[in-house]
């Protein structure tokens, strides 16, 4: 099926729309310190993009912090939504699936105004058809209820939109 929310085919990360990567900092208060003056001693998560290609090998995932966030995407055109998958690393070769989110919803954003339908929620590497909406849609944001109870951040796969 043929994925609009691609990065390699044009699809967008709608940052204001997007919750920010999850940020590692140091704890004892001088290397804090020293990482708010120089921004170094921060470990940061890959970007959200990383959401939006292929690649779902171990660590190739978007982080934000706890369970409950979001991501926005600007499609590669306006379609008619049929269904979503997101796909998480394998749970054989994942170092702990807790970071994988367990239910999200989906909306969806057409002709500027914003429009939630009745989505069925996706579960790790699944995909199911969606209830067709009766307006084309240009952007979409998986909103993320919670993920596998880790409280400190939720790592995003590959999320995709088909149409």
Known sequence: KADFALS????????????????????????????????????????????????????????????????AVLLSRQIYVTAVTYDHV??????????????FEIWGFADDEQDKDNFDNEHSEHTNTVNRLNKPVKAIIMKVINNWDNPLYTCLYRFRVHG
Request: proline share 10%.
């Open 8 to 71: 390699t085919g044009g699809a967008k990360i709608i940052s204001p729309l997007t919750s920010p990567t999850y940020e590692q900092w140091p704890t004892q208060w001088y290397k804090m310190a020293f990482a708010k003056l120089t921004g170094h001693g921060i470990t940061r998560g890959k970007p959200p993009v990383t959401a939006l290609q292929p690649d779902v090998h171990v660590g190739q995932c978007w982080p934000f912090a706890g369970q409950k966030g979001q991501l």
């Open 90 to 103: 394998s749970k054989t070769i994942a170092m702990g699936t807790t970071s994988a989110p367990k239910e």
